[in-house]
């Protein structure tokens, strides 16, 4: 198992992105769909996997099947604020070197990220641990039904990545992962104006497809195709 901490001035940077006033519920996610476009995908899913007692979003998983997530580029461009900006491909839409991860820190974190890193041929589970302190080493305990913004900013230190390799029979590389959300956030998923804005943002684009799935109370997994259309659903 490999371990990355984060702390110090890059885990301020994180923290500074969860007041960030340039995102807001109705595009909330656009920035995962450009990035998965970016990288070649044919679709992106966003699935609600959890929430909360009051019906709030709780945990989002996200995959696409697009480039993988190499793990030098998962502790580099993924986890990380550029100082210069990451050099790109040209006609790539995405925001360079911050939009994922404004995207996640507005309301919460990563909690887990899954990929495949081609140096070693290997998959891998990233699991972001918070730690009170700066050494990763005290886990942060998450109220489940309570986690709040201003108190994962100021009790946690360090966000310890325990990084995992594994084995899978079939040849599925991509990327995925989840998020947990602030119980508090004041941002919220609203999942019919995302889908619209995403329904106009890719109107002219072939070849990707845009998902959306939610968990129900029974197990069962509604899945349902954004549509493309130039004034939105």
Not at 65 to 76: E, F, R, T, V, Y
Not at 77 to 103: A, E, H, N, Q, W
Not at 204 to 212: G, H
Request: hydrophobic fraction near 30%; charge should be neutral; glycine fraction near 6%.
């Amino acid at each position: 198992m490999k371990t990355i901490i984060i702390n110090g001035d890059r885990l301020a940077h994180l923290k500074d992105k969860m007041e960030a006033s340039d995102m807001t519920s109705n595009i909330w996610g656009a920035e995962f769909a450009d990035g998965a476009y970016d990288y070649k995908s044919s679709e992106i899913t966003f699935k609600v996997a959890e929430r909360y007692g009051d019906g709030k979003l709780r945990l989002i998983d996200i995959s696409n099947d697009g480039a993988p997530l190499s793990i030098k580029n998962l502790d580099n461009r993924f986890l990380r604020f550029p100082t210069t900006v990451f050099d790109y491909t040209s006609g790539m839409i995405g925001c360079r070197g911050s939009g994922s991860k404004l995207t996640a820190f507005r309301v919460g974190y990563f909690e887990y990220i899954e990929s495949y890193d081609e140096e070693s041929k290997r998959h891998y589970i990233a699991k972001l641990v918070p730690c009170t302190d700066v050494d990763g080493e005290y886990e942060y305990q998450i109220n489940e039904d309570d986690f709040r913004k201003n108190d994962f900013k100021k009790k946690v230190n360090s966000i310890r990545v325990d990084i995992e390799f594994y084995e899978r029979d079939d040849n599925k590389k991509g990327l995925r992962y989840g998020i947990r959300w602030f119980s508090d956030a004041d941002l919220e998923f609203k999942e019919d104006k995302i889908k619209q804005w995403l329904s106009v943002r890719y109107s002219q684009t072939n070849n990707f497809k845009i998902y959306f799935e939610e968990v129900m109370k029974n197990g069962k997994t509604i899945r349902n195709l954004v549509p493309k259309t130039h004034f939105g659903i």
